[in-house]
DNA sequence: AAGTGTACA
């Protein structure tokens, strides 16, 4: 079994024979061999999980569902899946470990199977969209949590898993808090599967699903309770102590306070680089140049200082800067939003400068409208960023706000589940058999409105028929990685064959900035833009744009000459490349193509964003279709400043004002064309707020 | 006439 000296249990559970679509086990080749590779022997005995490794197995196998709470450091996530490993346990079934981004299920499986001592793909594997190194001999597979949801559409009941492992639960994304439900509905269908469970309705043997919920947070009892009062274990983290400082007195600009503390830092403490927490690229910005007119002004003897931007927007370039170590004599201040929180770890920090505030998505379901507002943070997100200070050494905290103030924030972020549109995970719960999406059981149960109206929103859509299942059109919808109403119009390119263009459009707009705009050279991109300027709007610009980077063949300096997102163009080829191939396997010609007769392809964008349309007022500025919301144009929009009868977009977000972007012009009589059903029944405000539109 | 936290299929 295992060459570990310490005692493990090498008594496998009981485990049935093979079923008949279970994985194969390969034969031969030392890839079967459960061994711990000598050279990581006794670093992986070093962490601090190593300690508590018998009790976690011992729980594991003991409960169906564990919850696992242990800060960063504890080697949770790569440790707990291994002992499930070597212990021999994962031998018919596979293990799972579920991620909320890309980077860290790939990296993980990386350093996994370097520590197992198999190359990656064999035993340990990873999967995420675009990028899949699993194969039918992958026993430990890390992936996004987003296609753990897509496994569960073409295997329902996962059979080939026998433990999935839901890590970083604290964070609370969309995509977990639907696994979690999904989850739990099957656990409790394999074990009324099971051959000595209560009811053998069926001659298949399926193992139980064993669940192990990890992290980082000490609030684990509402997830015990959730998931039937799970064992909940414990796991120290190897993290440096921190010292935190708040101010005496609020302070009435953050900003300020940011850069007096940060120079203050630089002047009079130790070494070490210094991260600013900031809510978005203007402040970072304007930081930044505060910074830098400061620092003509240290004295001559002083150590430099070197400032880093960092947001997700910044080009790669740039943002590989945070990882480079500084010159000698000089000390890095990182002013990042909060990707530096969850999505980016970076070396060498010992001060944190915390102003307790980030940009924060919310959604009205009453309005429709979605929102990117300055908010305070949450005590766990304050505590997350100090943490930021520890990680190599003993740090400090600095936060601009009172004891007081902290004691006021709330204990955890909402859950995103709480605060976005639920379209798009509606249309996957019914499509992973769940009918009644209002009595599923969430860990927070999002409010009825919210899910009557996605519900309401899919049935515009015709993704649902009269008594609210799934339809054949929802299905179809269901089979893309895409939002509904993109799936929809793709339906839709069929009728009005224009699917070539509509699928180029559908991958560009997934790409949230392709035409950059360096803080310094604006007018220069300006003008790099106008080449591909459409008059008819985004759309066609976009589609345009296109057509240019595949001439020259997605030239890297082409896209710098011409302000052009590279890596952002990239990933439009993936989602094109996939959105094609999917095409092809449900029999949709991708090739269909209208030429340049541009009205059909904003006719069919219409079928899908006829609730997402605005008209043109009297004095010149535009109403929404629903809601009669007074909205702008962004200034990012080719359209910005221009005026037509009828306008659709592909996203409204409240910033500082309401804002449209992604915005095309239209007739106005495609509006109610594009969807009777809800325009006929009239239940929102629809047929209100459109006194110039006659509807069938 | 003026501006987009982060992530995922």
Redesign the pocket.
Known sequence: MTNTNTKTKTKTEATPAKTANGPSRSKGGSDQVVSIPKRHEEERKRLPIYSARDAILAGIKKHPSVIIVGETGSGKTTQIPQYILEAGWAQYGAIAVT???????TSLARRVAEEAGTKLGQRVGY????DDTSSPHTKLKY?????L??EILSDPLLHRYNYVLLDEAHER???TDILFGMLKDIQSKRHQLKPNGSATTTPRIVDELKIIVMSATLDAERFAKYFNNAEILYVEGRQFPVRVFNTLEPQPDYLDSALVTALQIHTEQGPGDVLVFL?????IENLEKLLLEQRQRLPAEAQDLLVCP?????PPAQQALVFTPAPPRTRKIILA???AE???TLPGIRYVIDTGV????GYSSKIGIES?LVAPISKSSARQRTGRAGREALGYCYRLYTEDGFAQLEEDSEP?ILR?NLA?AILQLKAAGVNDVLDFDYMDRPPKLALLRALEQLYALNALDDTGRLSKLGKWMAE????PC?AKVLFESQAHQCTHEVIDIIALL?V??L?M?PFHK?EEA?EARQKFTSLDGDHITFLNLQKAYQSVKGDSQWCSDHFVNHRGMHHVQEVRKQLRQVCERVKVNPNVSCGHDFDRVLQCFTTGFFHQTALLQPDGTYRSVIGSQYV?I???STL??KRHEAILYNEL?F???L?V?GVSAIQANWIPEASPRYFRQGQLTAKAALPSVKGP
């Open positions: 991620q909320p981004r890309r980077v860290a299920a999967t995420v969209r675009f992936l996004t949590d987003g296609m949801m897509r994304t969309l995509r809510t978005g690229q203007e402040e960092l947001f997700a927007a910044l939003t909060n990707i969850t999505s980016i980030h940009k924060s998505r990117l995103e976005c798009a893309f990685p895409l939002d993109f997934s949230d900035t035409f705009m604006r300006a702008r962004h200034p990012s910005f400043g977000v910033t500082t004002r804002y972007r």
